[in-house]
């Protein structure tokens, strides 16, 4: 079956730090990996989309690697800020042109 | 530029009660438009997307359903509300093709007692 898998233990690291979050996903064939961060009772925020010709891909202290062959894609948060801490969710394109699936995301801590 | 609204932002309602939330967007038109549940701690479930007016797919089978009857308007409604109803309600919409960015609203807490 198709599985979307992120770190469900929340990710403690110190302000400065390059934090990295990993999403996993098995039987999937995206054309794109988008990533979008939730703070607490609000709705997601996109942030990056990566297709899967692309390799990496940034933007300011954001950035995002896709490996299609391993099946994973890595979000990294270079000089991290307090305010960056908040939940983070990758969501994949089912194929097709279908709809989103969505992670149950990581969530990320920065402490001072 | 645009502009999702979702109301209302929390509700506490009965078991057995019904449901109606509304979700409107301005700024564009024909949006793809979603509705989501998102449990206590859990990812979001996509609950029903629409292409058009009129146009409903369901994703989970269950005691909720969905219209659009205007272009930019998306509700959600129960006629009976169950316990396991309460979550945090989330309405998106996109351009096409379907799995474009999606843009979500402010969200409605919902509380079935």
């Known amino acids: 079956s198709q599985k979307i898998e992120q770190n469900s233990e929340a990710l403690n690291i110190q302000e400065g730090k390059t934090a990295t979050l990993t999403c996993n996903y098995t039987n999937y064939s995206p054309a794109y990996l988008q990533w979008y961060r939730q703070d607490p009772g609000r709705g997601p925020v996109f942030l990056l989309l990566?297709?899967?010709?692309?390799k990496e891909k940034r933007k300011e202290r954001l950035k995002v690697t896709f490996d299609t062959t391993l099946k994973q894609s890595l979000f990294h948060i270079t000089a991290s800020q307090p305010a960056d801490s908040a939940t983070y969710l990758c969501a994949l394109e089912a194929g097709g042109g279908n709809k989103l699936t969505f992670g149950t995301g990581t969530q990320l801590k920065v402490e001072l | 530029s645009q502009t999702i609204h979702q109301w209302p932002a929390t509700l506490v309602q009965p078991v057995g009660s019904p449901l109606s939330l509304e979700c409107t967007v301005e700024g564009t038109s024909n949006p793809n438009l979603y509705w989501y549940r998102q449990a206590a701690g859990r990812g979001l479930q996509l609950l029903f997307y629409s292409v058009g007016i009129g146009q409903i797919s369901s994703e989970v089978p269950q005691n909720l359903s969905a219209s659009r009857p205007q272009d930019r308007q998306f509700i959600l409604s129960s006629k009976k509300l169950l316990l396991s109803d309460s979550g945090f309600y989330l309405c998106?919409?996109?351009?096409?093709?379907?799995?474009?960015?999606?843009?979500f609203g402010p969200g409605t807490r919902l509380t079935v007692l």
């Open positions: 990566i297709r899967e010709n692309e």
């Open positions: 998106a919409w996109s351009g096409t093709p379907l799995a474009d960015t999606q843009y």
